[in-house]
């Protein structure tokens, strides 16, 4: 059974990061855990400027560590009601100060927006998300832009796709599934995709029935999807089981459209060895397209 004991919710205190902080917010009152804020600025001291055109240097005071903790104080009350949050501002780089923070804290999960100051395409292209998504030492939940509306809808995880390609993290992905929908009275799809291509069909072998051989491969694998979750989690948990032919994060971002996903739980690390780390992996091009929230877990997460 899954146990948040600390989340870490970083802000920049842009548009996205309200939304993650809905998100951090409600899961930390499902869980009973305890909530860190947490805005990161480059420095707290002063900061000399070179001026144009010969223009003389000028000294720049940056926001103090009260007024930031103010700003976050103001920020909490737009999504959420959380008396108990703890308030922290550091300086320093953003994505080192995170994964300090966690590992300090013991952090059980960080909560943080996929959309900062500096734009969506920046993203997993060196930025601060990229770096946490790859050191973090517990599960990371991205939220992108539109997963939560704060003035219309609630946070929820009634509907919830859980890709499973049998790897280690994707069986420890499972189990944050199933504990997040029971937690929510919900639903979990679990998804495994065949990698499979039209064209990859072969032409002519007189001795090969694609046909056939493709519905081994679906009817195995959906063997294994049924034998994965033992039936007394059945009776407290509504499971589907899903077998698709096609490329992973393609699939995997249209099943969550077409079900209405309010979160997608995969591992970060797949049957190859290949961690999120690779520019271009399944979990990477789906944390970077999905329209709902999704929780990457390790193999050696805790659960």
């Not at 944050?176 to 495994?192: E, I, P, S």
Request: aromatic share 4%; proline share 5%.
């Amino acid at each position: 059974m899954i146990e948040f004991k600390q989340v870490l919710c970083p802000v920049d205190l842009s548009d996205s990061s309200a939304h993650s902080l809905a998100h951090a917010v409600a899961l930390a009152g499902w869980y009973g855990a305890r909530l860190s804020v947490l805005h990161v600025v480059p420095t707290f001291d002063p900061v000399n400027v070179r001026g144009d055109l010969g223009e003389p240097t000028r000294v720049v005071n940056p926001l103090s560590r009260e007024q930031v903790i103010e700003e976050l104080r103001r920020a909490l009350d737009c999504p959420a009601n959380a008396p108990n949050a703890v308030l922290v501002a550091e300086a320093g780089d953003a994505s080192t100060v995170i994964v300090d923070q966690a590992v300090t804290t013991r952090a059980d999960l960080i909560v943080m927006g996929t959309h900062g100051r500096r734009g969506f395409k920046r993203l997993l292209l060196g930025s601060v998300t990229e770096t946490v998504l790859r050191e973090a030492p517990c599960p990371v939940l991205t939220v992108p832009p539109l997963a939560h509306s704060a003035s219309t809808e609630a946070v929820t995880c009634k509907r919830i796709l859980c890709p499973i390609d049998f790897s280690p993290s994707a069986l420890q992905a499972l189990g944050f599934a199933l504990d997040l929908a029971r937690q929510a009275d919900g639903r979990v799809t679990l998804m495994h995709v065949i990698e499979w291509l039209a064209e990859d069909d072969p032409k002519a072998l007189a001795h090969f029935n694609v046909p056939e051989y493709q519905r081994h491969l679906v009817a195995d694998a959906a063997d294994r999807l049924r034998l994965l979750v033992a039936e007394e989690s059945r009776t407290w948990v509504e499971i589907d089981n899903v077998v698709v032919l096609g490329r992973s994060h393609r699939e995997i971002l249209h099943a969550a459209a077409a079900m209405r996903a309010n979160l997608i739980v995969m591992g970060a690390q797949g049957r190859g060895g290949v961690e999120l780390a690779l520019f271009g992996s399944t979990t990477q091009q789906v944390v970077r397209s999905a329209a709902c929230p999704v929780l990457t877990v390790r193999g050696s997460a805790l659960i």
